[in-house]
Every structure is written in C-alpha cells, then in structure tokens.
Nanobody
C-alpha cells in the first residue's frame, strides 16, 4: 500500500521558517519524482516545487529563492524548507507522486503564517 505522510506544518510568524517532511512507503522511492503542492482556502491546489530522481528541481515563481526542495532516498523522505514565510503562504501543503500513471497524495499538513 502506497502511503505519503506529511509532517512539519504549524503556526509561524511572517519571516519565519518551517521544514516539511514527506515520508513515503509502499513504492520504490528512488525512481519517482516528488512534488509539493499547496491549497489555500477557496483556491485551487497549486504546484509549489518538484524534485526528480536525478535531483533536478523546479519551483513555482512565487517561492523561488525562499523554498528549497530536497530528498533523501535512503530515508524515503522528501523535504520542503520554507524560509521568509509570508501570510500568503498559508495553506495545506501536500506531497504528491505518480507511479504507474496513478497519482498518490498525502493527507496534507497545515501551514499558517501570521502577520
């Protein structure tokens, strides 16, 4: 059974930092691209960042220079370090991967940034 479990969310003041983790089980982690998405209240889910098996990364423009995605294949875990947080970053953050054309999502972790 494929499982993605996000942790690390919480309440932080503007300008602060958080590190989210996504622990994956049930699939061969090292062969998959891992993505982080977020969804704010009343808004569509949007891509935040992704990291390929090669280690190459991509970021949404609104997080470039502030967020860093990484992965530890031995621990089967992906990370999202978020610096210089702003209230607009408030959302539920989800981990995602696609395996054999099936999309897998975690349940998400809430990030709230106070002004």
């Amino acid at each position: 059974q494929v499982q993605l479990v996000e942790t690390g969310g919480g309440l932080v003041q503007a300008g602060g930092s958080l590190v989210l983790s996504c622990a994956v089980s049930g699939i061969p982690f090292s062969i998959n691209t891992i993505d982080w998405y977020r969804q704010a209240p009343g808004k569509q889910r949007e891509l935040v960042a992704g990291i390929a098996t090669s280690g190459s990364t991509n970021y949404a423009d609104f997080v470039k220079g502030r967020f860093t995605i990484s992965r530890d294949n031995a621990k089967m875990t992906a990370y999202l370090r978020m610096n210089s947080l702003v209230p607009e970053d408030t959302a539920v953050y989800y981990c995602h991967l696609q395996y054999w054309n099936v999309d897998y999502w975690g349940r998400g972790t809430q990030v709230t940034v106070s002004s």
